[in-house]
């Protein structure tokens, strides 16, 4: 079983709507981050969290630690928000900021 | 921007070949790491390195060796080129270790063995 998973694999919205992608874990974990990789293949970070909800424009993250689950969201969304947004752990324990990834979520936001 | 810079961006290559592709970083960070991204796979790790000439083997290192010889380079080398190794390859760094901190990645390599 792998350690992150998430979901949709692939998720196309219009423009406008409201977006969520899900990450569920297995493993305790120290932090959570979410990555956007854009079509052109850079990665960026957006999140790293550990707790709670952290909010960067219209990009919302939460995570809940005793569920083992984060999502990240986004509101009015934009074709400039296609992407493949990415999940990745840090494990407790983890030595030298290894990060566990998730396979990612394609989005798609057509005009 | 957090000043990485990869090279080759693109390598075409035959089976058997040697091949090194290089990660170089402005920021003076201390942690550098090496990650393969393929289909159907979340990126993984190959080897990453905590300072000059301290390296260590990460998920997926087998028929990869690095080397770090100064703070601001850290080189992947794929001594025999075997067609398994074709990939996207991705450089990362961060202020330091552990798993709070955010790691910065530089725009990869697409390596093709042929």
């Known amino acids: 079983k792998n350690e992150v998973e998430q979901s949709p694999q692939n998720l196309t919205a219009q423009e406008g709507e409201f977006i969520t992608i899900n990450c569920s874990y297995s493993?305790?974990?120290?932090?959570l981050h979410w990555l956007q990789q854009h079509p052109g293949g850079g990665i960026v970070s957006l999140f790293m969290?550990?707790?709670g909800k952290k909010k960067h424009g219209r990009l919302i993250a939460t995570i809940n630690i005793q569920e083992k689950h984060s999502s990240l969201h986004i509101t009015a969304s934009h074709p400039r928000d296609s992407a493949v947004y990415i999940c990745?752990?840090?494990?407790?324990?983890?030595?030298?900021?290894?990060?566990?990834f998730g396979k990612g979520t394609k989005l798609s936001v057509k005009p | 921007d957090a000043g990485i810079t990869q090279s080759p961006r693109h390598k075409v290559t035959e089976t058997g070949t040697p091949v090194t592709l290089r990660c170089h970083q402005t920021?003076?960070?201390?942690?550098m790491y090496w990650y393969r991204q393929d289909p159907g796979h979340g990126l993984r790790l190959i080897h990453y390195s905590y300072g000059v000439k301290d390296t260590d083997k990460g998920e997926v290192s087998d028929g990869y060796s690095v080397s770090r010889s100064k703070t601001e380079d850290f080189l992947l080398t794929l001594e025999s080129a075997t067609s398994s190794q074709t990939s996207v390859y991705f450089c990362?760094?961060?202020?330091?270790?552990?798993?709070?901190?955010?790691?910065?990645f530089g725009p990869g390599t697409r390596l093709t063995v042929l």
């Open positions: 493993v305790g974990i120290s932090a």
């Open positions: 969290l550990s707790s």
């Open positions: 990745a752990l840090g494990r407790d324990g983890g030595s030298q900021g290894n990060l566990i």
């Open positions: 990362a760094i961060s202020r330091t270790s552990g798993s709070f901190d955010e790691q910065f």
């Open positions: 920021e003076n960070h201390r942690y």
